[in-house]
């Protein structure tokens, strides 16, 4: 895993702390979690929204409900037991699409969400679904006090030289390629 980080000297003022976390999808939503789970413990408001995955199943939706002041959206067509490539286009209809930034543009405007994960998003920026630039405009208009997360499977240049950190995650060995090899708690 690699990892680089900017001062808060050389961070724009005036505006959010952007984080990526780029790579395998299930690693970099595991460290968003992990994220989610951390600012839960110092009393922090944090909202993710999953923009490709969907179910009830999964084991973050049951947990949100037992952290104070964090909450969950799901926006995704991906299921537990669906992989990415076996649906057919994208993970997320458009109509879907436009909800969920919808609704990250209202976390960044109320200001007073700490922490706004943005799960899968990446990959749709890689997918060019969505524009790099939608992101850097989340980004410019966070109050000070926001971090912004956004997880997915590559990043642009721009978002890279934009971002606060940016950490790769590369997976050397996997043995979840069927689902019945998933195991609950840990892959969901």
Known sequence: M???HVDDEQRPEGRGYLMLLVGDERRTS??????????AGHS?????????????ERGEVAAVSFLT?????????????TRAEDIPGPGIAPERLEFALREARRH??????NILI???LLTLVDEGMVPDRTVLELVESA??????????????PALEDAADTVTVMQTVKSREAEPHQLRRGLHY
Do not use: C, M, N
């Not at 909202?47 to 009830?56: E, P, S």
């Not at 002041?69 to 037991?81: A, P, R, T």
């Not at 109050?143 to 642009?156: C, E, F, L, N, Q």
């Open 108 to 113: 960044i405007a109320q200001r007073v969400t």
């Open 2 to 4: 690699r990892e680089e």
């Open 30 to 39: 595991d460290a968003a979690l992990g994220i989610a789970l951390r600012g």
């Open 143 to 156: 109050a000070p006090w926001t971090d912004i997360v956004v997880t997915g499977r590559a990043a642009t």
């Open 118 to 120: 943005l799960d899968g």
């Open 69 to 81: 002041g964090v909450s969950l959206s799901q926006y995704g067509l991906i299921d537990v037991g």
């Open 44 to 56: 922090l408001r944090i909202h993710i929204i999953q923009f490709l995955k969907t179910g009830r």
